[in-house]
């Protein structure tokens, strides 16, 4: 006999999962802590599995909650997208520009999602450089953007902005044995590359540039290959490239990532659903 799962139970998962603190989840989702130790229990008991492992440090997921959560992110945002909205009429056509970054993460399959929920809304879709989708913005060629302020630099106030993890990666996540640190980068202006440098530098830890690049899928070979280290935004679907150890180089700053959207489109119910789902996929993955 097949049992529905409650999609509240999921939320806990996630919540706690992007917060490492059930007190801090319970807060996010306006519970109490009591009442969410609850739901993570009854989810524990529906997937007969141990699900999060307890420490002085926090809660993080055991290898079984690790497995659920991408599911369990999926069918949270699957029904985000089915809540019904105000019979107003949309827009006809979203025009939404996206750094090349962010979408070898989870929002493509956000917009694929949403694309199929709502098939009266036609999605243009414009991968470039914050510089140059800021400029798009400005002259009304973009309704929704998402990229860093420090980069876009745009007058306008973000309707929302998640700081994302900016961790350093290398092959299996193994420090290369080297005099000097091999270094990926990406080629300037970059405010990660900037930040990658200054951190090394501030550290005394000296470094070789091996590769710089423009591409984000020549960085991410780079870093499959074994050539160096580098650093992206956190992203669990590079394979062969994990995290370095974290005493192995100083800390790197989170990156903001915002969301501008142009004035005449508040209110419209679908673009405040998307907007919703991209906040929901981003806070997710920060640090």
């Known amino acids: 006999m097949t049992r529905d799962l409650d999609t509240g ?160 990666l290398a092959q299996h996540g193994t420090m290369p044995a080297a005099d000097l640190i091999p270094l990926i980068l990406f080629a300037a202006p970059c405010s990660w590359r900037d930040a990658m440098l200054q951190a090394l530098e501030t550290a005394g830890r000296p470094y070789r540039v091996v590769l710089e690049s423009s591409s984000l899928l020549a960085v991410q070979a780079a870093l499959q290959a074994g050539l160096g280290i580098g650093a992206l935004l956190s992203d669990d679907e590079l394979p062969g490239v994990a995290p370095l150890p974290r005493e192995s180089l100083p800390p790197l700053p989170a990156v903001p990532m915002a969301l501008y959207r142009r004035p005449e489109s508040l209110g419209d119910p679908a673009l405040d659903q998307l907007a919703r789902l991209f906040f929901l996929q981003l806070s997710q993955r920060t640090g």
Request: charged content about 20%; aromatic content about 4%.
């Open 9 to 168: 139970l999921l939320r806990a998962l996630i919540a706690v999962a992007r917060r490492g603190s059930i007190n801090r989840a319970a807060t996010d989702l306006g519970r109490t802590q009591p009442a969410l130790s609850l739901q993570l229990r009854k989810l524990e008991q529906h997937c007969g599995q141990t699900l999060l492992q307890r420490s002085p440090r926090g809660v993080s997921l055991t290898a079984a909650g690790q497995q659920l959560l991408p599911y369990a992110e999926r069918i949270v945002s699957l029904t985000e997208q089915m809540r019904p909205s105000t019979p107003v009429a949309p827009a006809s056509r979203c025009r939404i520009g996206l750094i090349e970054d962010l979408v070898s993460r989870n929002l493509p399959r956000v917009l694929a999602d949403f694309a199929a929920a709502r098939p009266q809304l036609q999605l243009d879709i414009r991968v470039a450089p914050g510089r140059e989708l800021s400029a798009a913005f400005q002259h009304e060629e973009l309704d929704l953007l998402i990229a860093s302020p420090r980069v876009t630099q745009l007058d306008a106030t973000p309707s929302w902005v998640v700081e994302c993890s900016l961790p350093w």
